[in-house]
């Protein structure tokens, strides 16, 4: 099945069983300030669950634009190492709202996968909340998984979008990636979800039944819900038969484009890391722009910043010293401007307010390379193992590297920074520029007396606009 079939079969599954299809919301969450960017599916539901709002359906499906880059999901790190991790990437998801809860919830879950997808049940493997006694019954009744295939977990087993918000204990799927893949597991008798990679989690169902407040409290909701959530590129990858997201057709179109503009070879291995990380980053960038956040030093637009500046840094590690991300919009927008059309009328502008970052960054990037590999031979020396933080502020002041490029670059040579050191420069920075404004402030006094001067030398300026206009405007 290619991707899009994927995708559509699952939303065709759900609406068979009168699930409402609806679109994916924006990558910047409506009217909530307690989250940066939209990071799964059920953000856009968030008042139905609180039960504060009401939509015209009980049960809907979608493939929702996530982001994972800040926050308490935050893959930034994992991206081009962890072959499923991404910064930017859908989530299936279906839902109930105080419809049908944990038994059909379940009971669709296995049937999507085991009759209509096909993934041997021999593969599969389910884990519930500690305490969850109700969910194992139900997998144990609803399907035929083994009671040695469910494992029960803690942390990974409650789910939460942010600090605040609806969670609840959640049941999650996940598929055996094979023991030849893995031979360090074979004689491991605890193996098994959330042991080892080569147990890969690809459906998180929630059943959401509770509120986070502030001060930490859990409040029961006025009623229960299903909240699913499944990676879309994951899924794609097992079903296709890959060990990687990269290695399906959502990515493989991008690598290749990557590897001819940038005259480099493509490898599964570590080599390729700089062709995968531009190519998350890529998807990334299109639809954080295409929802209208704008590269800045502040909020969202500086993750994004920071997101584009890396791309730029892992083109110069493919010896690229000019503009060229930019190009890729196009290719991204092919493989995903039908399912999210809201990016086609803006495809232009993404481009260009790409092209013009990227244009930005090189103009200094070179310098501050130097300047770090000064700081790293210095360090070599000295044996020292931290970057100095005025170093890291200046590279960032002077030179537009973000902290966690630095951090990043450092780390690749075995070092760390000094990231207080760093904050005090950028505080201490701050307070210059408030003395700065505050000097203004009695400059205002001193501009003022120049006007004087310019009065009593010249004289009044008689203001003429108003005429002027009226003359010009009946002469058009
Ligand atoms: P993981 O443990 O792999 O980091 P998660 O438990 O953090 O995933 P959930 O919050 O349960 O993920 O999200 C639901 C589903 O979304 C996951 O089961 C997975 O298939 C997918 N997913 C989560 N994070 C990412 C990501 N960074 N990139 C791609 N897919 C992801
Ligand atoms: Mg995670
Ligand atoms: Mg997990
Ligand atoms: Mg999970």
Same mark, same amino acid.
């Given at each position: 099945?290619?991707?899009?079939?994927?995708?559509?079969?699952?939303?065709?599954?759900?609406?068979?069983?009168?699930?409402?299809?609806?679109?994916?919301?924006?990558?910047?969450?409506?009217?909530?300030?307690?989250?940066?960017?939209?990071?799964?599916?059920?953000?856009?539901?968030?008042?139905?669950?609180?039960?504060?709002?009401? +939509? $015209?359906?009980?049960?809907? =499906?979608?493939? @929702?634009?996530?982001?994972?880059?800040? %926050?308490?999901?935050?893959? #930034?790190?994992?991206?081009?190492?962890?072959?499923?991790?991404?910064?930017?990437?859908?989530?299936?998801?279906?839902?109930?709202?105080?419809?049908?809860?944990?038994?059909?919830?379940?009971?669709?879950?296995?049937?999507?996968?085991?009759?209509?997808?096909?993934?041997?049940?021999?593969?599969?493997?389910?884990?519930?909340?500690?305490?969850?006694?109700?969910?194992?019954?139900?997998?144990?009744?609803?399907?035929?998984?083994?009671?040695?295939?469910?494992?029960?977990?803690?942390?990974?087993?409650?789910?939460?979008?942010?600090?605040?918000?609806?969670?609840?204990?959640?049941?999650?799927?996940?598929?055996?990636?094979?023991?030849?893949?893995?031979?360090?597991?074979?004689?491991?008798?605890?193996?098994?979800?959330?042991?080892?990679?080569?147990? +890969? $989690?690809?459906?998180?169902? =929630?059943?959401? @039944?509770?509120?986070?407040?502030?001060? %930490?409290?859990?409040?029961? #909701?006025?009623?229960?819900?299903?909240?699913?959530?499944?990676?879309?590129?994951?899924?794609?990858?097992?079903?296709?038969?890959?060990?990687?997201?990269?290695?399906?057709?959502?990515?493989?179109?991008?690598?290749?484009?990557?590897?001819?503009?940038?005259?480099?070879?493509?490898?599964?291995?570590?080599?390729?890391?700089?062709?995968?990380?531009?190519?998350?980053?890529?998807?990334?960038?299109?639809?954080?722009?295409?929802?209208?956040?704008?590269?800045?030093?502040?909020?969202?637009?500086?993750?994004?910043?920071?997101?584009?500046?890396?791309?730029?840094?892992?083109?110069?590690?493919?010896?690229?010293?000019?503009?060229?991300?930019?190009?890729?919009?196009?290719?991204?927008?092919?493989?995903?401007?039908?399912?999210?059309?809201?990016?086609?009328?803006?495809?232009?502008?993404?481009?260009?307010?790409?092209?013009?970052?990227?244009?930005?960054?090189?103009?200094?990037?070179?310098?501050?390379?130097?300047?770090?590999?000064?700081?790293?031979?210095?360090?070599?020396?000295?044996?020292?193992?931290?970057?100095?933080?005025?170093?890291?502020?200046?590279?960032?002041?002077?030179?537009?590297?973000?902290?966690?490029?630095?951090?990043?670059?450092?780390?690749?040579?075995?070092?760390?920074?000094?990231?207080?050191?760093?904050?005090?420069?950028?505080?201490?920075?701050?307070?210059?520029?408030?003395?700065?404004?505050?000097?203004?402030?009695?400059?205002?006094?001193?501009?003022?007396?120049?006007?004087?001067?310019?009065?009593?030398?010249?004289?009044?300026?008689?203001?003429?606009?108003?005429?002027?206009?009226?003359?010009?405007?009946?002469?058009?």
């Amino acid at each position: 099945m290619t991707s899009d079939e994927i995708r559509a079969s699952f939303l065709e599954y759900f609406r068979k069983n009168r699930h409402a299809i609806v679109p994916s919301a924006s990558l910047i969450p409506a009217g909530d300030p307690t989250l940066l960017f939209t990071n799964a599916g059920m953000n856009q539901f968030k008042d139905v669950f609180l039960g504060i709002g009401q +939509r $015209e359906y009980t049960r809907a =499906v979608d493939t @929702q634009k996530c982001l994972r880059v800040s %926050g308490k999901h935050n893959d #930034l790190e994992e991206v081009g190492y962890s072959p499923s991790h991404h910064t930017f990437f859908e989530m299936l998801g279906n839902w109930s709202f105080g419809d049908y809860y944990k038994q059909e919830a379940i009971a669709f879950a296995w049937e999507l996968v085991t009759e209509l997808w096909q993934i041997p049940k021999e593969r599969l493997w389910a884990t519930i909340y500690l305490e969850d006694d109700e969910t194992e019954k139900l997998w144990l009744q609803e399907t035929d998984l083994p009671l040695s295939r469910i494992r029960r977990c803690d942390k990974d087993n409650f789910w939460e979008m942010g600090e605040t918000g609806p969670c609840g204990p959640c049941s999650e799927l996940f598929v055996d990636m094979g023991v030849d893949a893995y031979p360090e597991t074979a004689n491991d008798p605890d193996a098994g979800p959330n042991t080892s990679d080569r147990f +890969r $989690e690809f459906w998180n169902l =929630v059943f959401i @039944q509770y509120n986070r407040n502030e001060d %930490g409290t859990l409040e029961p #909701l006025p009623a229960t819900h299903v909240d699913t959530g499944m990676g879309f590129e994951r899924i794609t990858s097992i079903l296709q038969g890959v060990d990687s997201n990269y290695k399906t057709d959502l990515f493989t179109p991008l690598l290749t484009t990557i590897a001819d503009m940038t005259d480099t070879a493509y490898f599964d291995d570590e080599r390729g890391l700089p062709h995968r990380v531009i190519a998350d980053h890529i998807r990334c960038l299109t639809f954080a722009i295409g929802d209208g956040v704008m590269p800045s030093n502040e909020g969202r637009g500086y993750v994004i910043r920071r997101i584009l500046r890396r791309a730029v840094l892992y083109g110069k590690k493919l010896e690229i010293n000019e503009a060229f991300i930019y190009r890729l919009v196009d290719n991204v927008i092919e493989l995903l401007g039908d399912v999210f059309p809201d990016v086609l009328p803006r495809r232009e502008f993404i481009t260009r307010t790409i092209q013009g970052e990227e244009h930005r960054f090189h103009q200094t990037i070179e310098r501050g390379l130097e300047l770090l590999d000064r700081s790293f031979d210095t360090l070599k020396e000295q044996n020292g193992t931290q970057v100095d933080g005025k170093r890291a502020f200046e590279l960032y002041d002077t030179f537009g590297f973000p902290l966690d490029l630095t951090q990043m670059l450092a780390r690749e040579r075995g070092f760390t920074v000094d990231d207080v050191g760093f904050e005090n420069s950028m505080e201490a920075q701050r307070s210059r520029g408030r003395a700065a404004w505050d000097a203004r402030g009695g400059a205002k006094d001193e501009e003022i007396s120049v006007y004087a001067e310019v009065l009593k030398e010249h004289g009044e300026t008689e203001f003429v606009g108003y005429t002027q206009n009226n003359i010009d405007a009946e002469i058009v």
